[in-house]
């Protein structure tokens, strides 16, 4: 229950500083850089040491593929439905297609299936959600962003992306044990990750602006704490024909709120940051009500 507070305190947090303008108003830039360029890596590099990997775990590691390409369909379908805006369509499907299986997620699993489902959360949360962020969300938020983007530089950037880069040299280096001083220094890094980035969101939330954005909100949240789980249960359940723990686990991070470092990718390209920002706000919130739920819908599995 400590990080959980800790994800409120640090939203608020955010929300104080820029209501009584403590700091410029172009704080969550410089913040967001350092969580992708350091943090972010950082915690990757620590997290995936120790880590098992066997066979049976690939259907958890896949559910973060198909919930994101899941989010494609939907908001690519609606963007010509109801005229979104690249932007928009591009905020939803970010925001909408990636959970937050790490700073809520781990918790939440902790708190409903004991530490024993933290292994199954770790693998969705490193192999799964970061992998898609780093390849399919770079390349959504370039195609969506404003700028003009060619696919050779859609690749580069994908390739260049830090925390991706950071992934694949965790792989690399999974046979050797880091130094003491080595795991610390990672570890303490990556710390810092959910905390400053619920600051970040907090600097750019703006409740006033709800209005505005309040069928797209509700879209986006509609299918992050109901449809996009409800769909893959059906999946995995009736074609996939899995059962059991590791299951319930892996549609239990399928159901959590929107996930922070999407967020910050879709911020940094552009799209539609006040809905960015009130989807992670509103959606982590709502999560709290929404989860319990989840756990006893999958009670049976």
């Known amino acids: 229950m400590t990080n959980i507070a800790l994800l409120f305190v640090c939203l608020l947090v955010g929300m104080v500083l820029r209501a009584t303008k403590r700091v410029p108003d172009n704080t969550h830039l410089g913040v967001n850089g350092y969580l992708i360029h350091v943090a ?35 908001f690519g379908g609606l963007s010509a439905v109801l ?15 990636l959970a937050n299986t790490s700073f809520v ?8 299936y004991g530490t024993g489902g933290l292994t199954t959360g770790l693998l969705i949360d490193q192999l799964g959600s970061y992998l898609v962020l780093g ?38 280096l999974y046979p050797i044990t880091y130094p003491a001083w080595t795991s610390a220094l990672l570890r303490r890094l990556g710390d810092t990750l959910a905390p400053l980035a619920l600051v970040s969101v907090g600097l750019q939330l703006r409740l006033d602006q709800f209005a505005g954005h309040r069928v797209h909100l509700g879209l986006g949240l509609a299918f992050k704490l109901i449809l996009g789980p409800l769909v893959l249960a059906l999946l995995y359940v009736v074609v996939f024909q899995q ?24 911020i940094q390209h552009g ?12 959606g982590i919130a709502l999560s709290f009500l929404t989860l319990p739920l989840w756990w006893l819908i999958l009670l049976p599995l």
């Open 40 to 74: 972010l890596p950082a915690l990757i590099l620590s997290q995936i040491h120790g880590l098992s990997l066997t066979p049976d775990l690939a259907f958890p590691v896949l559910m973060p593929w198909l919930l994101f390409s899941l989010s494609v369909l939907v």
């Open 243 to 266: 059962k059991g723990g590791t299951t319930q686990i892996t549609l239990f991070e399928a159901a959590m709120g929107p996930m922070i470092g999407g967020a910050i990718v879709a």
């Open 105 to 112: 997620g781990l918790p939440m699993i902790e708190t409903f």
């Open 135 to 172: 390849t399919l969300g770079i390349a959504v938020a370039c195609f969506c962003s404003q700028t003009e983007a060619s696919a050779r530089s859609i690749a580069f950037r994908i390739a260049t992306f830090p925390p991706l880069i950071a992934l694949v040299l965790a792989l690399a």
């Open 83 to 97: 005229r979104l805006t690249p932007s928009t369509a591009g905020a939803l499907i970010l925001s909408a297609g």
């Open 271 to 282: 799209l539609n940051p006040p809905l960015v920002t009130l989807m992670v706000g509103v």
